[in-house]
């Protein structure tokens, strides 16, 4: 049993949207659609001021709304990985899923008619290669890892990681690192 | 806790619902396409990133004849194996609504109809002869944003019309650092940033104008525990990985250097043999700055004296692996009228940490030695003799500007003194892309003949006589370029996909047409192949090797340090500035623009999803845009507060030369006398259809200017007032 995560450490985002745009393609999705949305928070007073960006896409809850709320079954948890997937052939797009996401992280696509969110790039998780959005994250904000194995810089920052919000009881799998890092002095 | 604020109803939501499915404009629906897909095989392509001048190694990856997706060439040493999000999009450039996709010709009633190809070449033949007839060649210019391939047709091209004003587009960009960096050091050192133990930024972000290498660089670098210290006006996305921002009043940052050598000077914090063996004039220099104390320059900058020292001496301290980095457009480049003396403060106080060639310091980087035809077997024109339309290293005009780059916004204003008669322009929009767009489309009108080559209706091309259609960077090949940095390389872009528009042409075919049309055909009797082999002959790396690796990593021994002046040492006196006039040692000159308690300084730069505004067109970046507002305004809280105004308002800015009206982002990361206008919207071209009408041009504020010692545009050199107004 694997179960697959996705680590982001929101104190190396610099919000470039790389990973937006990498994932609209991998997915070919509709210029306007998207799996991934952004945060942005402001903290401080000038000059002493910090900001964050944070990007959100599908958690992986392995409680989650969107699959207790489908009507059809598309919205399902995969045994062989811990994703949340959504079968395309069974949505018929009442984006009941939608409205259930407490993250706002699962997107109706308007060309195909259907709601659908990050599916970890499974397509080339299965040939042995990254997420779109982790491969090409420019300061390795993103990483992907198997949390039943971690290893390499996902297991070194797997510490500090936590979810999102835990107080929405979905029990997510996305892990995230909030606080600025520090540099070792 | 921070994490309680991701609420549960976002604000911003990331499914606008009015724009259409751009992959349905073509010949299938994005549905239909998306069944076939499924089941395609795919193909990978070599390519360089057309995004901005960063040049990336790409592929990208074809299904069923079209662009599905692209990806970073991990040989490369500027992707890394990485694309920004402008890469990621900017292929599919080939599919946007906005393509010229004709030649065109401007109408007599201010339109453009179609015209062949045949028709186009011969009647810009005709009314070039007719110019360098009754003109002569020294009024014919060309300007472009510089690509191996323009590079070399034109060069071939412009000569045979025996004219030598060959202009890139720097005179907008990067031209004060260049020029200052020629009479200083020779050549650009960059900073080492993987070995640095204290890195200064100053105006530069490597988050937002992104090259995916150096912004990894930066993250890693600070991992390490390096100091880095950003100064900058706004708190830009690279202070995500800054140990400290510091935040300067615009067009300041020569005080603070001055202010820097003063204390290395005086704490004994220089490397002393380093000035001894390969410096000139450190005694002026500290005659020079014995007055600009930290506190005089905090007057100045805002920056506390405590700032400054703590800088000075962890540059000072750190040494040599210290520096400054180099900058590119800001505040160095060509944004404020002391831009030029700022890098070469830059460039001293650097000397002073004796850092040049040292690892974490400035190094010069490493260049492949390329080759050309064969001049005996494909004779070249002769050289022009005329002299530069554009006046760059003319004495008693811009002596000290490079010719390699020249002054491509001051075009106009030479048309309207009837001094330039013919433009052609390649790849570039200086309509849009330099101070006041008006006076530049006024002046360009001025000539007698102007051409535009580019993909998509850019402001430029919409002052033109003639607009040629070129296919966008997926659909061609272009001839090896050299890749330069710590080791050597060459790299190619490939052509990945069939023209999406049959009437558009790579550029090559498009010099060889124009020059047909003038009988200079003889200049290019060969193929692009062979210029590629002749390019790549030096290297022992074949043509067909490069096609199918697209970067291809060379061995080259470490050079000695050299600098490539006219003393032959790091000229902190300079000889040639003293010679035509100017300052021979960088001393304290106020920027011409100053915010006073009801005004800003109107400052610009870019996002990391968007290049100038060339990128503004494309739909998937324009859609980031327009979802997370990235077209407000930055206005300091503080300031906000005084002027009524709360996030989100929609507010006017005047200079005298336009009023505009913008949404405002309040916030605490911009100085209370900057307001930042991101550069890259404001498309006024209606043809570009997918742009027009987002966001607001800061050039559109700007006075026309050019800067007397390199020439560049000071565009950050004006005042704005903001004010509140009623939805």
């Known amino acids: 049993m694997r179960k697959y995560a996705l680590l982001v450490d929101s104190s190396r985002c610099i919000g470039c949207f790389a990973c937006l745009v990498a994932c609209q393609n991998q997915n070919e999705l509709a210029d306007d659609s998207s799996f991934i949305r952004f945060e942005e928070q402001e903290s401080g007073q000038f000059p002493n001021v910090k900001f964050m960006m944070t990007p959100l896409q599908c958690m992986h809850c392995a409680a989650a709304p969107c699959v207790a709320i489908c009507p059809t079954g598309a919205s399902a948890k995969d045994p062989e990985t811990g994703l949340t997937l959504v079968d395309r052939g069974k949505c018929i797009g009442c984006r009941r899923c939608v409205a259930a996401c407490p993250y706002n992280a699962r997107f109706y696509l308007k060309d195909a008619g259907i709601a659908q969110g990050c599916n970890l790039c499974l397509s080339l998780l299965k040939t042995g290669q990254e997420p779109a959005c982790v491969s090409t994250c420019l300061t390795g904000a993103r990483l992907f890892g198997d949390l039943e194995d971690p290893k390499g810089d996902f297991a070194k920052r797997l510490p500090k990681a936590k979810p999102l919000r835990p107080d929405f009881r979905t029990k997510p799998t996305a892990l995230y690192i909030l606080q600025a890092q520090e540099g070792p002095k | 806790m921070l994490e309680k604020s991701f609420s549960r109803r976002m604000s911003l939501k990331t499914s606008a619902a009015t724009v259409a499915v751009a992959g349905s404009m073509e010949t299938f629906s994005f549905g239909e396409w998306l069944k076939k897909a499924e089941a395609a095989e795919v193909t990978t392509v070599a390519s360089i990133c057309g995004g901005c001048s960063a040049w990336c190694g790409m592929w990208i990856h074809v299904k069923n004849g079209r662009i599905w997706k692209v990806s970073g060439q991990k040989d490369n040493p500027t992707s890394k194996g990485k694309l920004c999000a402008r890469g990621h999009a900017s292929a599919f450039w080939a599919y946007t609504k906005d393509r010229i996709t004709s030649p065109m010709r401007r109408t007599k009633d201010n339109w453009f109809e179609p015209v062949s190809w045949e028709q186009a070449y011969a009647e810009i033949g005709v009314k070039l002869k007719k110019v360098l007839a009754e003109h002569g060649p020294q009024t014919v210019f060309f300007s472009q944003n510089a690509k191996p391939t323009s590079r070399f047709y034109m060069q071939r091209f412009m000569d045979a019309v025996g004219s030598p004003t060959i202009q890139s587009h720097h005179s907008i960009c990067s031209t004060g650092r260049d020029v200052a960096c020629k009479w200083t050091t020779g050549s650009m050192a960059t900073a080492d940033i993987g070995k640095t133990k204290y890195i200064l930024f100053l105006g530069r972000s490597y988050a937002d104008g992104i090259s995916p290498s150096a912004t990894g660089n930066l993250a890693e670098t600070r991992d390490k525990g390096t100091t880095v210290v950003i100064v900058d006006p706004r708190q830009n996305s690279s202070c995500a990985f800054a140990t400290e921002w510091v935040p300067i009043r615009p067009g300041t940052d020569l005080a603070l250097l001055l202010a820097i050598a003063s204390v290395l000077i005086k704490e004994d914090l220089c490397d002393k043999a380093f000035i001894e063996e390969y410096t000139v004039g450190f005694d002026e220099l500290q005659k020079a700055v014995r007055d600009c104390s930290p506190e005089w320059a905090s007057e100045l900058t805002t920056i506390p004296p405590e700032t400054i020292y703590s800088i000075a001496r962890g540059l000072g301290k750190n040494r040599p692996a210290s520096c400054i980095e180099q900058g590119y457009k800001a505040p160095n480049g060509a944004n404020y009228a002391n831009g030029t003396q700022t890098f070469r403060a830059l460039a001293c106080v650097n000397a002073l940490l004796g850092n040049y060639g040292r690892d974490g310091g400035m190094k010069f980087p490493l260049s492949p030695k390329l080759g050309t035809l064969d001049s005996k077997v494909y004779p070249a024109p002769p050289k022009p003799k005329v002299p530069r339309c554009d006046g760059a290293g003319i004495k008693g005009e811009y002596p000290l500007c490079q010719t390699s780059q020249g002054i491509p916004h001051m075009m106009p204003k030479k048309a309207m003194e009837g001094k330039a008669k013919a433009g052609f322009i390649y790849s570039f929009n200086p309509v ?174 870019k996002q990391g999803i968007m290049s100038h505004t060339a990128t503004a067109n494309i739909p998937k970046l324009l859609s980031i845009a327009k979802t997370y507002n990235m077209d407000r305004i930055w206005i300091n809280g503080k300031r906000a507060r005084q002027l009524g105004i709360r996030d989100g308002d929609l507010v006017e800015i005047s200079s005298p030369l336009a009023t505009r009206r913008i949404r405002v982002k309040v916030t605490e990361r911009v100085h209370p006398e900057a307001a930042f206008l991101p550069a890259g919207y404001g498309n006024t071209s209606p043809l570009l259809k997918s742009a027009f009408g987002f966001g607001v041009n800061p050039n559109e504020f700007t006075p026309h200017r050019v800067e007397p010692i390199g020439g560049h545009a000071m565009m950050m050199e004006v005042v704005i007032t903001v004010r509140k107004v009623a939805d």
């Open chain 2, 432 to 605: 849009r892309n330099a101070p006041d767009p008006e006076f530049m489309v006024k002046g360009y009108r001025a000539l007698d003949l102007m051409v535009v080559c580019d993909i998509q209706w850019s402001e430029t091309a919409m002052a033109a006589d003639y607009v040629l259609p070129e296919c966008s960077f997926a659909e061609r090949e272009d001839l090896p370029t050299g890749i330069s940095g710590s080791a050597p390389g060459v790299g190619m872009r490939c052509q990945a996909i069939n023209l999406v528009h049959s009437d558009t042409k790579p550029f090559e075919d498009i010099v060889a047409g124009m020059a047909q049309a003038m009988g200079f055909e003889k200049y290019f009797s060969f193929s692009r192949d062979q210029v590629s082999e002749a390019i790549l002959a030096p290297t022992g790396v074949t043509l067909e090797e490069l096609r199918s690796k697209g970067t291809i990593m060379l061995k080259a021994a470490p050079q000695a340090l050299s600098f490539d002046t006219p003393s032959k040492k790091v000229e902190i006196y300079c000889q040639a500035f003293a010679d035509n006039g100017f300052s021979p040692i960088p001393v304290w000159e106020a920027p011409i623009a100053k915010a006073d308690r009801n005004s800003f300084v109107l400052i610009h730069g």
